[in-house]
């Protein structure tokens, strides 16, 4: 089963994923690729596999992703043997996209993956003083863009299967956590 939480830049979605694997035995992350610079605190291959832009762009030519997007100036993007990697082992995995990507994958996995959509809101506010508090101190130039695709992303919730107001993070943490387990007693069950 696949697990994905989207949601605007701040929106909480690397905090929950980690609770979730710290807290639930079969669970699993998907680091994205990228050509964004590494941050401060980034481990490879733990949220994130860094390359270059040419060398995203090769991944591309050469038809290794799932889905892309260019967020933020950088590429984003799921890697086809990383995926197929994680789900063969029968773990739960949970992945953070954006909501292009979310479409994406949903439309190319529905045949042979389970998949279950979590959205995470936050108000805009909040989301602005998250931000501004952030460990890698993103310049207001950083914030005003990713804040600039706050409404984008809101208006693409009803593709959703969940959308959680993430205010607390044990609630909801512990919401999430429901969801799985009662999606997996679901996916067990023939109809």
């Given at each position: ?140 130039d950083e914030i005003k863009l990713r804040l600039n695709r706050f409404d ?40």
């Amino acid at each position: 089963m696949l697990v994905i939480l989207s949601g605007v830049a701040g929106s909480g979605k690397d905090t929950i994923k980690k609770e979730l694997i710290s807290r639930m035995e079969n669970v699993t992350s998907l680091p994205s690729y990228t050509s964004r610079p590494k941050r401060e605190g980034d481990v490879e291959g733990g949220t994130y596999c860094f390359v270059s832009k040419e060398e995203f762009e090769k991944m591309l030519e050469n038809g290794e992703l799932y889905e892309y997007d260019v967020h933020h100036n950088n590429y984003y993007g799921t890697s086809k043997k990383l995926l197929n990697e994680k789900i063969a082992s029968g773990k739960i995995i949970v992945k953070d996209i954006d909501v292009n990507g979310t479409e994406n994958l949903k439309r190319l996995l529905k045949d042979d993956t389970k998949v279950v959509t979590i959205f995470l809101r936050v108000p805009k506010e909040e989301l602005q003083r998250r931000l501004e508090e952030r460990i890698d101190k993103p310049s207001p130039d950083e914030i005003k863009l990713r804040l600039n695709r706050f409404d984008y992303e809101e208006s693409c919730i009803d593709q959703y299967d969940y959308v959680i107001k993430n205010n607390d993070l044990e609630k909801s943490v512990q919401i999430i956590r429901t969801i799985i387990e009662n999606e997996l007693r679901v996916s067990k069950t023939e109809f």
